[in-house]
């Protein structure tokens, strides 16, 4: 099983956040690691990701405003969060995607992990 651990502090300049997300378990590789988030009434909805060889994909409403990272040697992926606007509270989400080795039965199988979402409350 693989657990993440999402946890934010405030950035150095105005306005600004850093989650980090941080992945734990056995014998696994996350491929893609992503940040989604949920608004009151509105479905969850991906915001960033980023690949294994680190290409990173955005969504338009941040594009330039938010950084998706990752340190592969610590399994964490960081979103950096910058001019943020009262349209960006919602509750985040990191995910990770990717295989898991059973070291029992020496089966890799897939995997889909979910961190356990943070309140993000941004006041015009």
């Known amino acids: 099983e693989v657990e993440l651990q999402a946890w934010g502090r405030l950035g150095a300049a105005w306005g600004s956040l850093r989650l980090s997300c941080a992945a734990s378990?056995?014998?696994?590789?996350?491929?893609?690691m992503n940040w989604y988030c949920q608004a009151p009434g509105k479905q969850r909805e991906l915001v960033a990701t980023?690949?294994?060889?680190?290409?990173?994909r955005f969504d338009d409403s941040v594009k330039g405003r938010f950084t998706i990272s990752r340190d592969n040697a610590k399994n964490t992926v960081y979103l950096e969060m910058n001019s943020l606007k009262p349209e960006d509270t919602a509750v985040y989400y990191c995910?990770?995607?990717?295989?898991?080795?059973?070291?029992?039965?020496?089966?890799?199988?897939?995997?889909?992990?979910w961190g356990q979402g943070t309140q993000v409350t941004v006041s015009s």
């Open positions: 995910n990770a995607d990717g295989w898991i080795l059973d070291s029992l039965t020496g089966r890799v199988t897939d995997f889909t992990a």
């Open positions: 378990g056995r014998t696994f590789s996350a491929n893609a």
């Open positions: 980023t690949t294994s060889d680190g290409s990173t």
